[in-house]
T-cell receptor, first 114, second 113 residues
Framework: DAMVIQNPRYQVTQFGKPVTLSCSQT?????MYWYQQKSSQAPKLLFH???????NEADTPDNFQSRRPNTSFCFLDIRSPGLGDAAMYLC?????????????FGNGTRLTVT | AQSVTQPDIHITVSEGASLELRCNYS??????LFWYVQSPGQGLQLLLK??????LVQGIKGFEAEFKRSQSSFNLRKPSVHWSDAAEYFC???????????FGTGTRLQVFP
């Protein structure tokens, strides 16, 4: 089945130690998104790629970066994780812009910062 | 400003009872509206969407939603709730030239036997 796969499901990192979360898709969708979701809150968009075009949200900290080496893969890099970055990180894709077509989500990576 | 409001943070219903989750939106252009469901520790799954046409849309798992432009609402309904429906439900709006969806803060549904 076509899907969005996030690895790992659970990630533990130390305060200040760089960490990379990965996302792959078999849907061949143009758009890939990274969301941060804290407990009992709505997903918060960090950034998204429309093909190779990177779009950063204005309030996304510089500590968060992303790479999309090809259509199928997208990575979230947290350069120096702080305790406040502990959250569920959700990757999503859409065929065209998410406002005009549904998002397909992965199961998320839960990040713990110790 | 574009926004989505889900007035109910937490709803509890008995299994077999009917359900309505409220969603109100503020959007400058013609809205595309979505309902997503999230089980604990999982990603979000699309329940249904409204783009145009019939204002009553059917989704998966027996859910439906009705778009009411005059009330800026897109409420989610289910005639008979099952215990497996316990989850977090998010309403979202998009459309126009944006790539982004705007999510509401979610409604947590508890189902008692």
């Amino acid at each position: 089945d076509a899907m969005v796969i996030q690895n790992p499901r659970y990630q533990v990192t130390q305060f200040g130690k760089p960490v990379t979360l990965s996302c792959s898709q078999t849907l061949n969708h143009n758009v890939m998104y990274w969301y941060q979701q804290k407990s009992s809150q709505a997903p918060k968009l960090l950034f998204h790629y429309y093909d190779k075009d990177f779009n950063n949200e204005a309030d996304t900290p510089d500590n968060f970066q992303s790479r999309r080496p090809n259509t199928s893969f997208c990575f979230l890099d947290i350069r120096s994780p702080g305790l406040g970055d502990a959250a569920m990180y959700l990757c999503a894709t859409s065929r065209v812009g998410g406002g005009n077509s549904p998002l397909h989500f992965g199961n998320g990576t839960r990040l713990t910062v110790t | 400003a574009q926004s989505v409001t889900q007035p109910d943070i937490h709803i509890t219903v008995s299994e077999g009872a009917s359900l309505e989750l409220r969603c109100n939106y503020s959007y400058g252009a013609t809205p595309y509206l979505f309902w997503y469901v999230q089980s604990p520790g999982q990603g979000l799954q699309l329940l249904l969407k409204y783009f145009s046409g019939d204002t009553l849309v059917q989704g998966i798992k027996g859910f439906e939603a009705e778009f009411k432009r005059s009330q800026s609402s897109f409420n989610l309904r289910k005639p008979s709730v099952h215990w497996s429906d316990a989850a977090e439900y998010f309403c979202a709006v998009g459309g126009g030239n944006t790539d982004k969806l705007i999510f509401g803060t979610g409604t947590r549904l508890q189902v008692f036997p």
